[in-house]
């Protein structure tokens, strides 16, 4: 099958190739997956579990990346019930494990839904990694509450686009930290409040928060703390930051959380309702095909953006 894969050392970019790969086989328990489109994470090129087991060994090559899928389903392994052979579904599949930058790819049963009706394979593939990670910020790791003040870090990225609409829709106030030229994309997902963090410092315009979702990390988490009232909570997601962010809760004495997204089809299928319900937009930011998946990164990594950077794999 064709595959971008990496067969060199850690990198970034320019790493990944291009060509024919071994299919992968179907196993019990495990369904394979026709893959249609690829949601790119940028930060991929930098997790352990890309070039790393979960015992600490070196992954074996070639390494495919692209966890966040949209696909049909063509094979089911022994035992498998709850999908059928050409159901089209997304999901999230786990990061120990070859990816979906390929024309096909295994995934397990709870690592995927099926796909909201009214979204393209194109648009589905946004929202796995990145829907979930919202969810599970406000209702897993906070307890997010009608009426609540929330403010989002990094707004318009992938994560902050799903997290104004979500808080949105659960009824928060939501406050969107964003450059200007997003201000009017972010009020029609949701925003109630935006700061352009290019022209002012949220923290001075802003306190006695709630909840703070921070996708960003390093200062702007830790001035996010000043803006939390007590009782509230800040819930972190960026790389790298899970001591500092228990450093800094400890010294502001406030309540914080760092997380990795995990696989869920539970979450996945409540967010398939929560589309077709009409109540999350995908964001799509540009595609690529499958043989220019180098260059999808180098995007993906140039600078601030809207939406998601995917792959399509079948036209």
């Known amino acids: 099958m064709k595959a971008a894969y990496i067969t060199a050392q850690q990198g970034g970019p320019e790493v ?13 328990g495990e369904i394979l997956l026709q893959v249609h489109a690829v949601g790119i994470s940028p930060q991929e090129l930098e997790w352990v579990p890309t070039w790393k087991t979960a015992d600490g060994q070196e992954r074996a090559k070639p390494i495919i990346m692209g ?10 392994g022994e035992g498998v ?6 159901d089209d579904v997304y999901g999230l599949s ?11 790819t295994i995934v397990e049963p709870a690592e995927i839904a099926l796909k909201p009706r009214r979204s393209s394979h194109i648009e589905a593939a946004t929202l796995p990694l990145s829907a979930l990670t919202a969810w599970q910020a406000f209702f897993e790791q906070g307890s997010l509450k009608r009426g609540q003040r929330v403010l989002i870090q990094g707004a318009a990225g992938g994560v902050g686009n799903y997290a104004v609409q979500i808080a949105h829709w659960a009824g928060a106030q939501v406050i969107a930290v964003a450059s200007a030229r997003q201000h009017e994309f972010l009020r029609e997902l949701g925003a109630d409040q935006l700061i352009d963090y290019t022209t002012m410092r949220f923290e001075d315009v802003v306190n006695d928060v709630d909840f703070v979702l921070d996708t960003i990390g390093d200062d702007t988490q830790k001035r996010s703390f000043k803006v939390l ?10 790389g790298e930051q899970e001591n500092r962010i228990f450093e800094w809760a400890k010294q502001y004495e406030r309540d914080a959380k760092w997380f ?3 696989p869920n089809h539970e979450q996945l299928a409540r967010i398939t309702e929560f589309v077709d319900g009409g109540h999350m937009k995908p964001i799509v930011n540009s595609v690529y095909p499958l043989a220019q998946t180098r260059q999808a990164y180098e995007h993906s990594l140039s600078g601030h953006m809207r939406g998601k950077v995917v792959i399509q794999v079948v036209e």
């Open 16 to 28: 990944i190739e291009y060509g024919d790969v071994e299919q992968p086989h179907v196993g019990a």
């Open 67 to 76: 966890h966040e899928i949209s696909g049909s389903v063509v094979e089911l």
């Open 81 to 86: 019930t709850t999908f059928n052979v050409g």
């Open 94 to 104: 786990s990061f120990w494990r070859n990816g979906a930058q390929a024309e096909y």
């Open 229 to 238: 009232k007590k009782g509230g909570i800040l819930v972190g997601i960026a």
């Open 260 to 262: 990795i997204v995990r």
